[in-house]
T-cell receptor
Framework: DAKTTQPPSMDCAEGRAANLPCNHS???????VYWYRQIHSQGPQYIIH???NNETNEMASLIITEDRKSSTLILPHATLRDTAVYYC????????????FGGGTRLMVKP | GAVVSQHPSRVICKSGTSVKIECRSL??????MFWYRQFPKQSLMLMAT?????????EQGVEKDKFLINHASLTLSTLTVTSAHPEDSSFYIC????????????FGPGTRLTVL
């Protein structure tokens, strides 16, 4: 799986949009971009994934650049409960394929 | 959504004893289960991958005789830490996948192991 690079930490004001960047310049054509988050002392939670088109669900939006070398996870209205470590992972989707977690971005949402 | 449970949520044991952690997929059948370990302020590290009815595949550096994994059914996998030592104290997290087009992994809440 391709490596990803994320800033180690970010702050965001409550109610504002949180934009979390991820660089995956060596991504292959068959690799998807996945985002998970881990709230302190809990298991990771799936947020969203995409291949090349932008995606949106009830939790977040995922913007993938045209060359697919980077992406941005957007939490449109961050709340204090969104404080967590956010992991960007690229992976090939096939049976048994595991997730490789990097360092992630520690997002602190402040009142 | 798919729910994965772990039991116990936290355990404290004496050095030299064995501890079993259960991982269950509650509303789906998991063809593959994964076990991760996470030390304080570090990321998750994959320990092993298990498929129902077959032997687990361990990552490099993980002792298969120390961390026994059993995936006896499509809804249950167990991790047994044998002869636990203080350095085995960690947060153990399982995930389960039912296959399908995107082979999503759903994570359990984790088990905090403290070895005295």
């Amino acid at each position: 799986d391709a490596k990803t690079t994320q800033p180690p930490s970010m702050d965001c004001a409550e109610g504002r949009a949180a934009n979390l960047p991820c660089n995956h310049s060596t991504i292959s054509g068959n690799e998807y971009v996945y985002w998970y988050r881990q709230i302190h002392s809990q298991g990771p939670q799936y947020i969203i994934h995409g291949l090349k088109n932008n995606e949106t669900n009830e939790m977040a939006s995922l913007i993938i650049t045209e060359d697919r070398k980077s992406s941005t996870l957007i939490l449109p209205h961050a709340t204090l409960r969104d404080t967590a470590v956010y992991y960007c992972i690229v992976r090939v989707v096939n049976a048994g394929n595991m997730l490789t977690f990097g360092g992630g971005t520690r997002l602190m949402v402040k009142p | 959504g798919a729910v994965v449970s772990q039991h116990p949520s936290r355990v404290i044991c004496k050095s030299g004893t064995s501890v079993k952690i259960e991982c269950r997929s509650l509303d789906f059948q998991a063809t593959t289960m994964f076990w991760y370990r996470q030390f304080p302020k570090q990321s998750l590290m994959l320990m092993a991958t298990s498929n129902e009815g077959s032997k687990a595949t361990y990552e490099q550096g993980v002792e298969k005789d120390k961390f026994l994994i059993n995936h006896a059914s499509l809804t249950l996998s167990t991790l047994t830490v044998t002869s636990a030592h203080p350095e085995d104290s960690s947060f153990y997290i399982c995930s389960a996948s039912e296959g399908g087009r995107y082979n999503e992994q759903f994570f359990g809440p984790g088990t905090r192991l403290t070895v005295l």
